[in-house]
T-cell receptor, first 112, second 112 residues
Framework: AQSVTQPDIHITVSEGASLELRCNYSYGATPYLFWYVQSPGQGLQLLLKYFSGDTLVQGIKGFEAEFKRSQSSFNLRKPSVHWSDAAEYFC??????????FGAGTRLTVKP | DAGVIQSPRHEVTEMGQEVTLRCKPISGHDYLFWYRQTMMRGLELLIYFNNNVPIDDSGMPEDRFSAKMPNASFSTLKIQPSEPRDSAVYFC??????????FGPGTRLTVL
């Protein structure tokens, strides 16, 4: 069965510092992989997705993620964090858009 | 486009009452999803529709929950009777294809 693990429940980084959020998945084939962001009181917004091709994926708001099949990982990165990036981040995996399973989320706090 | 619209944004009710949550998807999107988000269980897919037809309702927790999509621009999720453990944020999302889901702002349900 497919599953997603986000090992870090809460991460705090200073503004301007780099960020990496971890995501590990379990899936029988090459999955569809997604990162979503949820600001307080809001719905989820798609940051980026990977279906196939180049394993380094660029998304919105300066985020990128790299698919590493050998490690079953799809970590999210940003070189310089802004205060507005404070939010909850969800990794999701699925056979298709209609079969997604979400991780538990990582809450990002940005220190001034 | 106004995005996915959900109403009400907040609902407080008493145990045993019927609750109806409403969703208007983005025009032209063929897929509609209902999710529930709780601290304990994270984000769970309850049911999804394709062209107004329920495709997978395996995530619906029990018979007290029902969902309908009478036309392409409207869906409801009903809980009857409601229980305190149903307290959660319920999200509706729509999608034009097997690609990106667009989430609504959610309905925060509190059952006393």
């Amino acid at each position: 069965a497919q599953s997603v693990t986000q090992p870090d429940i809460h991460i705090t980084v200073s503004e301007g510092a780099s960020l990496e959020l971890r995501c590990n998945y379990s899936y029988g084939a090459t999955p569809y992989l997604f990162w979503y962001v949820q600001s307080p009181g809001q719905g989820l917004q798609l940051l980026l997705k990977y279906f196939s091709g180049d394993t380094l994926v660029q998304g919105i708001k300066g985020f990128e993620a790299e698919f590493k099949r050998s490690q079953s990982s799809f970590n999210l990165r940003k070189p310089s964090v802004h205060w507005s990036d404070a939010a909850e981040y969800f990794c999701a995996v699925g056979a298709s858009n209609n079969d997604m399973r979400f991780g538990a989320g990582t809450r990002l706090t940005v220190k001034p | 486009d106004a995005g996915v619209i959900q109403s009400p944004r907040h609902e407080v009710t008493e145990m045993g009452q019927e609750v109806t949550l409403r969703c208007k998807p983005i025009s032209g999107h063929d897929y509609l999803f209902w999710y529930r988000q709780t601290m304990m269980r994270g984000l769970e897919l309850l049911i999804y529709f394709n062209n107004n037809v329920p495709i997978d309702d395996s995530g619906m927790p029990e018979d007290r929950f029902s969902a309908k999509m009478p036309n392409a621009s409207f869906s409801t999720l009903k809980i009857q009777p409601s229980e305190p453990r149903d307290s959660a944020v319920y999200f509706c999302a729509s999608s034009p294809d097997a690609d990106t889901q667009y989430f609504g702002p959610g309905t925060r349900l509190t059952v006393l």
